[in-house]
């Protein structure tokens, strides 16, 4: 199971994180600062960020159909609780997973960023805290295996 869990983190660093911004497209790259979210951030007043997908649950690959349907519960759950969303997409090094879609929640705390990944059952996410680097974040999905 370490070896598994290994390769997942490993996956989820070589990732790159494409948001849509009002007046730009940023990129969010674990392990890397990004100056323009920090920009972006500031200017709204939020002091964090987190990207999170609904898409294939416990990175088991599901149907476009579950995943879209997912997506929209969790964008549904995002705007429930007032956070400003943009959309973006999760795009691995490896050729073997495909881009998956996912939104920037703007302000959204830490704690609160995993407790919804976990609601959809994802095992990660990649959290932004102004003039610090992005960070892959392991929620108890995946720290349970």
């Not at 009002?22 to 007043?45: D, I, K, M, Y």
């Not at 995002?78 to 879609?101: I, L, N």
């Not at 302000?107 to 959290?127: D, M, S």
């Amino acid at each position: 199971m370490e070896v598994q869990l290994q390769s997942l983190v490993e996956a989820y660093n070589n990732t790159s994180y494409r948001v849509e911004l009002p007046n730009e497209v940023v990129t969010l790259r674990p392990g890397n600062h990004c100056p323009a979210l920090n920009s972006f951030l500031a200017t709204g007043g939020w002091n964090s960020a987190a990207v999170i997908t609904a898409f294939n649950p416990r990175s088991t690959v599901t149907s476009h159909e579950e995943n879209v349907a997912a997506n929209a519960s969790l964008l549904a759950a995002a705007q429930d609780r007032g956070y400003e969303v943009h959309f973006g997409a999760g795009v691995g090094d490896d050729p073997k997973w495909g881009p998956e879609e996912s939104f920037l929640l703007c302000g959204i705390a830490l704690p609160e960023a995993l407790a919804l990944a976990v609601q959809f059952e994802q095992n990660a996410i990649a959290f932004h805290a102004v003039n610090l680097k992005t960070a892959i974040e392991i929620t108890e999905i995946l720290s349970a295996r």
